[in-house]
């Protein structure tokens, strides 16, 4: 299947840092990637659509001005946390839509402290 | 906005038992999607159903997608230790092309 790639995998910052996590498309295009976070234990929650050459669609209750989002070309999504917090800690998950599947990174894991 | 619930959350069971997830939206879905996650692991694809009624069998597992498209379900005949992990549904609306996960069941099998 197609792969996802996500960096860093893992990455510990200090509270009012900002991290850039980026999701590539490796083998394919991707016109349209996914942002999602999940909590310990918990689902994934939907955090934002990513299309390429335009603005991201948040979910409500998602800072757009605090989660950034760039779809700069087919095959490179940013996620920016401005000014994390320890709240932010989460893990981050991107994924990518080829056809009617949606193929996910391997996830990036930010500890704010 | 579209909710979709799992029941049970948890469930642990003894190699060789059988298990089933229950996946259920409060909306009409255009299709639906079951994942895969290990413990510390990404969401892998397992199937995507998109028929009314549909069923389709991948080795032990079957999936069944509801008549009225808003509910499916996940059994898993005589389960192994390499089935542990939590099992997401995930569907799409009709129209759109977001995926809203569903609250998952985690999946226990002990030797």
């Known amino acids: 299947g197609a792969v996802v790639s996500q960096h860093p995998s893992r990455v510990i910052c200090k509270s009012g840092t900002s991290v850039k996590i980026e999701c590539r498309s490796l083998d394919f295009q991707a016109t349209t990637m996914f942002w999602y976070r999940q909590f310990p234990k918990k689902s994934l929650m939907l955090m934002a659509t990513?299309?390429?050459?335009?603005?991201?669609?948040?979910e409500q209750g998602v800072e757009k001005d605090k989660f950034l989002i760039n779809h700069a070309s087919l095959t490179l999504s940013t996620l920016t946390v401005t000014s994390a917090h320890p709240e932010d800690s989460s893990f981050y998950i991107c994924s990518a839509r080829a056809g009617h599947e949606q193929y996910f990174g391997p996830g990036t894991r930010l500890t704010v402290t | 906005g579209q909710q979709v619930m799992q029941i049970p959350q948890y469930q642990h069971v003894q190699e060789g038992e059988d298990f089933t997830t229950y996946c259920n939206s409060s909306t009409t879905l255009s299709n639906i999607q079951w994942y895969k996650q290990r413990p510390g692991g990404h969401p892998v694809f397992l199937i995507q159903?998109?028929?009314?009624?549909e069923v389709k069998k991948q080795k032990r597992l079957t999936f069944q997608f509801g008549e009225a498209k808003k509910n499916s379900s996940l059994h898993i005949t005589a389960t192994q230790t390499t089935d542990v992990g939590t099992y997401f549904c995930?569907?799409?609306?009709?129209?759109?092309?977001?995926?809203?996960f569903g609250t998952g069941t985690r999946l226990l099998v002990s030797p």
């Open positions: 995930a569907g799409e609306g009709t129209g759109f092309q977001k995926l809203v």
């Open positions: 159903l998109v028929k009314s009624g």
């Open positions: 990513s299309n390429e050459g335009s603005k991201a669609t948040y």
